[in-house]
Structures are given as structure tokens and as C-alpha cells.
């Protein structure tokens, strides 16, 4: 099984940047791609980015594209969210999620593995 550990979280201001991490352990060779997901309160859980694990493609949600960047780190097992012109609308909190093989990267239920989550709070 692969396990997932977010960090990088906080509090800041609009217009400020934040840094999210995502380290996977375990049996990671299964990992097709990762996915970062996000939750706001009274919301359902939504796509914000994701990329394959061999190959580096990337892929975002209209809203986020040109202010995030998703990366990943092999040697590492780790995956990173770069926000940059953080709005309040993106506070919730951030998921990281593991698909193992279901090709598709846009909905939670293409997704085997969850971490815990970490709070982003963007204030106006």
C-alpha cells in the first residue's frame, strides 16, 4: 500500500504564495500519477491539479492555470503545489491523492489513496 503525507499549509494573505508538499512511501512503484484535491467547507471535494508520475505531463483546472504549478521529485517520492496569487477562494483544505492505473485524473474516484489534508487559509 502507498501512504500520503501533505504538508505546507497555512495562512496568508491574497496575493501571497504557498508551497504544499505531498511525500509518498510504501509500495510507490505502483503510483500511475498523483493529484492534488481541494475541499472547501459545505463544498464537494474538487480538482485542482495532477500529473503523471513517469512521464511529468501535468494537468489543472481552468481556475488554477497559470497561478499553481504541480511538480514531482522521483528521487524524493514527492509531489509539490506551488500557489502563487493565492485568492480567497482557494481556501480549503488540499488533498493529495494516488491513482494506481485508472487513467483518468479528474474526479476523487479515480483515486485509490488519500493523505490527511492540509488547511490553506488565503485571507482578503
Known amino acids: 500500500q502507498v501512504q500520503l503525507v501533505e504538508s505546507g499549509g497555512g495562512l496568508v494573505q491574497a496575493g501571497g504564495s504557498l508551497r504544499l508538499s505531498c511525500a509518498a512511501s510504501?509500495?510507490?512503484?505502483?503510483?500511475?500519477?498523483l493529484g492534488w484535491f481541494r475541499q472547501a467547507p459545505g463544498k464537494e471535494r474538487e480538482f485542482v491539479a495532477a500529473?503523471?508520475?513517469?512521464?511529468?505531463?501535468?494537468y489543472y483546472t481552468n481556475s488554477v492555470k497559470g497561478r499553481f504549478t504541480i511538480s514531482r521529485d522521483n528521487a524524493k517520492n514527492t509531489m509539490y503545489l506551488q500557489m502563487n496569487s493565492l485568492k480567497p477562494e482557494d481556501t480549503a483544505v488540499y488533498y493529495c491523492?494516488?491513482?494506481?492505473?485508472?487513467?483518468?485524473?479528474?474526479?476523487?474516484?479515480?483515486?485509490?489513496?488519500w493523505g490527511q489534508g492540509t488547511q490553506v487559509t488565503v485571507s482578503s
Open positions: 500529473i503523471r508520475w513517469n512521464s511529468g505531463n501535468t
Open positions: 491523492a494516488a491513482d494506481q492505473g485508472s487513467g483518468s485524473y479528474y474526479s476523487p474516484i479515480d483515486y485509490d489513496v
Open positions: 510504501g509500495r510507490t512503484f505502483k503510483v500511475y500519477a
